[in-house]
């Protein structure tokens, strides 16, 4: 039996709070990758589309900009504060609705939808496989699924590197088992292969996309940092430390990102997957 009762407690909880505070520095770091998707994906006016673990929303107003006025995008998501956030800033747009359902059990209207889209919204699901099950039965026959996802820790330097560095002065946890939900667990390109094969998907591809990714827009190094650490995984490891420890990471992580701070403000590496998929 699927339980994606830690997720939903996670997401409306300390973290779906955070992301909903933090909603438009999130989408400001997020948004070219979740766009590039977007293009990858080919939407066309008049589509229907599902946006899984919508979050805040900010993919289903681009998609909304896209598939038109004879369009609908559904946004799908377990998180409280984060679809009030996205529910305000859709008012008064008849192509976009948002729903609170879990993707792994919500009862979808079969044959619905063309596409199934997300901007890192379906790593967190306790059974992948049954969750992709699922969501595939609300496609049409010809329907397709366009997922951006994390490549793994180690490919990815805007997180990497304040690990690194927090290493040397923190004890750090064990690392996720790969099959246990969470950010980077699609970094395996056979490991989603399998989730999106055995559910029943066809023509699988991931395609890598890199970028850099703007951490903090607008802010000066320090307070960009603590931007940083305030996401990342690091958020609840150092919330354990006392304030001495703290300052030490801190300080040792600035120096560290210093090198990818400019006019443009801390721009950082960043990669993802682009998965594509189509049903049977
Ligand atoms: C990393 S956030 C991404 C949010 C948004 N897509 C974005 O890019 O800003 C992950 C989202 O997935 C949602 N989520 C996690 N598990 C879910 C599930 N089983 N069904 C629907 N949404 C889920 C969370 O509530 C959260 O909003």
Partial sequence: MTDNSEQIDIWNGDIGQRWTEEQALLDAMLAPLGLAGQDRAGIAPGERVLDIGCGCGDTSLTIA???????????????????????????GRNNISFRKADATTHDFEAGSADLIFSRFGVMFFDDPVAAFSNMRRALTPQGRLCNVVWR???????????????????????????????????????????????????????????????????????DAVGFLLGIGP???????????????????????????????????DAATWIVTARNS
Wanted: no cysteine; charged share 25%.
């Fill in 152 to 222: 793994p820790v180690r490919e990815n330097p805007w997180v990497l590197k304040s690990l690194m560095v927090a290493a040397e002065h923190i004890q750090m946890p064990e690392p996720a088992g790969p099959e246990d939900p969470g950010p980077f667990s699609f970094g395996d390109a056979a490991r989603v292969e399998r989730i999106l094969s055995t559910a029943g998907f066809t023509e699988i591809g991931l395609e890598p996309h890199d970028a850099k990714i703007t951490i903090g827009k607008g802010m000066g190094l320090e």
């Fill in 234 to 268: 690091l958020r609840l490891m150092l919330a354990e430390e006392d304030a001495a420890t703290q300052t030490r990471v801190r300080d040792a992580v600035t120096e560290a990102v210093k090198p990818d701070f400019g006019e443009q403000g801390l721009q950082m």
């Fill in 65 to 91: 900009d896209r598939v038109g006025p004879d369009g609908q995008v559904t946004g799908i998501d377990i998180s409280d504060p984060m679809l009030a956030r996205a529910q305000a800033r859709a008012q």
